[in-house]
């Protein structure tokens, strides 16, 4: 069990403007993976079982974990996509629940590009793409070769038909499911952060080559998604840091603030001309993809903020030193978020708990990823429940909403 102090008297439990909503506290949950969508990538009951327990007695965001815009963005089982009637039709229910709750609700989009799976892709009809032809490692080359799915360059049309079909899935998500923000994945090494790493983009036409050329596709998606919901429904997630996927982070010969600054500085000239975004989430260094990291070095963030003056949610192990750090950044200004994903999986009630200083349950890594399995999911109690209330739950097989 994790001991902590009360938050209460802190800015996390003060409410702020974001976008067009105002969220009852600071407290905010990422995007957390955990495979519980179904084979045909259509959100389950038990999904809306776990957004709505967590926002019970809230007020805050929850960001729901990466979707697929469109089969074509690369795939891994059992996560959610928001194309099909059906699929969006899920995703409305789920939203629907978040919201009778008081809380609020972020969908992200992603693209895998060359971090997918070559073998499922095949199955699926799928090509293996990526901003050049180059894998994240030979384990990645070797697979894709035995799958008879070589990574190749996306070519101009599609990476247009990219752009389009993320501000369609904006619409989709927004307009039709009724979230209050969607949340562009342009971080630990997915497609859009392949196009802005000077390391993985080779390219030698419009979308490569200097900073501003490999930033275009993920300014040209933000710009698209604007035009298609209002920029007050859109949010982007960068991990400046991450030295996951082939992406080489601080160690990179291109240092990250150069190009990922530059991306916040589009970002805050779009704001001074009326179109500021919802939010940025950014990854903190101590965390390093889904594992802390273990650099020892201390880095100064602040920069990211000196850049982007909206607002800003910011993740990564923050409840690591009991919650030193979460009150420390979220006191420095009036205009952060803090993010905690881990122990959100396992404590439903997060924000009660650390509004009122209770211990927390630790979380289970194990069942992280239990594709389409109750079991660590939707099993976790509030504080002081009996630990057995859920135990009948754990053979139930979750079943797509629509």
Known sequence: MTEIKSLAESNLFKPIKVGNVELQNRLAYPPTTRQRA??????????????????????????????????????????????TPQQVEAWRQIIEAVHNKGSFFSVQLWHLGR????????????????????????????????????????????????VKEFAAAAKRAVLEAKADFIELHAAHGYLLDQFNQPNVNKRTDKYGGSIENRARLILEVVDACIEAVGAEHVAIRLSPYAAVQGVEGVDAEIHPISYIGYVLSE????AKEGKRLAYVSVVEPRVNGIFDSKD???????????????????????????SKFI?????????????????????????????????????????????????GYITFTKYGEDPEKYKDLVDVVPEALA
């Open 115 to 162: 971090t997918a799976s070559a073998l499922f892709n095949k199955s699926k009809g799928l090509p293996l793409v990526g901003p050049s032809a180059l894998y994240i490692d030979e384990a990645s080359e070797k697979a894709a070769k035995e799958a008879g799915n070589e990574l190749r360059e996306l070519t101009i049309p599609e990476i247009e038909g990219i």
């Open 38 to 83: 179904t084979a045909d990538f259509v959100p389950t009951d038990s999904m809306l079982k776990y957004y709505e327990q967590r926002a019970e007695n809230n007020g805050g965001l929850l960001v729901a974990e990466a979707t697929y815009p469109d089969y074509s963005f690369g795939l891994y089982p059992n996560t959610p996509m928001i194309k």
């Open 296 to 322: 020892e070095r201390e880095f100064n963030t602040s920069w990211i903020s000196e850049i982007w003056k909206g607002v800003l949610l910011r993740s990564g192990a923050y409840l690591n030193q009991n």
């Open 267 to 270: 970002l805050e000239k779009r």
């Open 327 to 375: 009150e420390q950044d979220v006191n420095a200004n009036d205009r952060t978020l803090i993010g905690v994903s881990r122990y959100y999986t396992s404590n439903i009630d997060l924000a009660d708990r650390l509004k009122k200083g209770l211990t927390l349950t630790p979380y289970d890594r194990s069942k992280f990823y239990k594709s389409l399995s109750n079991d």
